[in-house]
């Protein structure tokens, strides 16, 4: 059923970024990305390093064609990638700490406008340079965008909006600066692995940032060949000894879930990565066939639905709450994940300091559903809606059905599929009413900001990514107030409230938990290894291992 978009607003924050952010971090969709689209000319040549033995073959779900990190977009495939070239100022432990890990110390000042961050001597990037202040302000500058900084993205401005400076205290120190108090500025430093520190020679590579990856991980660029292979081999002078454990991995696209694990059955692939309910539900039932790796819960990503909430039909309250009503979550759960993955009741995991068992989501209710359509159809003459998706088979299914329970209801629903990149630009046009997507808002124990600012702030400051297009004094309040906030107590109050706030609002109906998992052969050994400085083990969070810990035999 054609139709013609009405009320759509040409609002700066959408017509400045719709093409410069085409895919916006592509790994939040439920489907399967190609984050990033810049190519460079020395993409496939060799690079030195490494030798015979063990080599391990990683499926991932998806290709990545640019790793210049200041300005790439990466979806969970890449940033398992990044993984093995890169190391991340901090990271989180198990425990939903955001401890130093290429860091030695990051350190507030009193009012929490000032972070001092020390780094760890002796650490080297892959091409002998050494990892130094004036490295790290070089990424940083480029992070927040600084004037003259090399190849300054779109996204990350908006993430680090707030920071004004970045300052050299000494060879081995910076200080960044803010113009407002930031509490959690150790756990937004990962970035869910995002925020890896490149080597200069990467950074001011100009197109060819894209692929001329060196960092300071445990491993270096052998070569990468687009959509065939990324082929990572052994640092032999990583700064921390023992590591890695392997002399080579090889990151190979496998974009249908289940190919990935047939592949995996087969013996083609060592260990892959999948966050579908079916593919987990299959890999559980091979027995000693495979090993699996499941996420637990604790700090989940969440799938929802964004109900584009300034534009026709969900400017209406009334409509977002009939759509609400329409949808039996428990039955959609049980179809589509055989009921192996939790329903869920708000945005956050139960570890992260904003949850509450049940936020105040309406529940599944047919008879006010329709009452409500019968209201919002007196008020407009109508109730049609477009549900956005992308083209894998997973989310086309979840997508007819949840077509067909909006129809019981009297609510007209088309399905719209896109490649990752497209879907996102129709979200951003308001071409489409409902964007299916899923993300991470509660990844620590001890804050939300990180989690939560980057994805529900004001848009009409030009954060393009809060896609529902919200604006209500509640939930931006909260924000505000939070992201100063250091004492617990308070930090959970104040996040429970914005969860609460979300559900009043119903800008966006969270779905289910997503559990990650990771399937291997019986002789590859997936260890989380020791954190630096007695730290504890790294979380296994959004589908991300470190893989410096991986062995075979």
Known sequence: ???????????????????????????????????????????????????????????????????????????ISGIQVVSAIYDTLTVPNSKG??????????????????????????VTFHDGTPLDAAAVKANMDSWRGAPGAPNVGPLLPIVYKNMVDVQIVDP???????SVPVADFNNGLFGVGRFGIMAPAQLNAGDECATNMIGTGPFKLES?????????????????????????????PVVDGAARVTQLQGGELDLMHTSG?????????????VKVLEEKAGFREIRYYDLLSDTTP?????????FARALDRDKINQIRNKGTFDVANGLMDKNAPGYVKNAGYPAYNLKKAEQLVEKVKQDTGSFDVILGTTTDPDNSAE???????????????????????????????????????????GGFKNHNNADTYTWFANKDTGNILNFSGFDDETTQSLLETGRGETDLATVKQTYQDFNKAMAEGLYA???????????????????????????????FVYGRIPVLGLSKG
């Open 399 to 441: 997508a007819q059905l949840v077509k067909e329970e909006l129809e019981k209801a009297g609510i007209n629903a088309d399905i719209a599929q896109f490649d990752q990149a497209t879907l996102i630009n129709k979200a951003l046009a308001r071409d489409i009413d409902v964007l299916f997507w899923r993300n991470l808002h």
């Open 509 to 539: 109906l969270p779905l289910w938990y997503v559990n990650w998992a990771i399937g291997h052969q019986p002789d590859v050994k997936v260890t989380l290894p020791p954190l630096p400085d007695g730290a504890g083990k790294p979380l």
């Open 277 to 289: 309910a079916l593919q987990i539900d299959t890999l559980n039932g091979l027995g000693d066939e």
């Open 1 to 75: 059923m054609a139709r013609s978009r009405r009320h759509v607003r040409t609002s700066s924050w959408r017509s400045l970024w719709s093409i410069t952010c085409a895919v916006v971090l592509a790994a939040a969709v439920g489907g399967f990305a190609v984050a990033g689209t810049a190519q460079a000319s020395g993409a496939g040549r060799a690079r030195a390093g490494g030798g015979g033995g063990d080599t391990l073959t990683f499926g991932l779900e998806a290709e990545t064609t640019n790793y210049c990190l200041s300005r790439a977009q990466l979806a």
């Open 224 to 252: 990468y060949q687009q959509n065939e292979a990324t082929t990572v081999v052994k640092n032999e002078d990583y700064w921390q000894k023992g590591y890695p454990k392997v002399d080579r991995i090889r990151f190979v």
């Open 97 to 122: 700490e955001g401890v130093p890990y290429l860091a030695e110390s990051v350190e507030p000042s009193a009012d929490l406008m000032e972070w001092t961050i020390k780094l760890r001597d002796g």
């Open 172 to 178: 081995l120190t910076v200080n960044a600066v803010f």
């Open 314 to 322: 969900f400017d209406n309250p009334d409509a977002r709450e009939a």
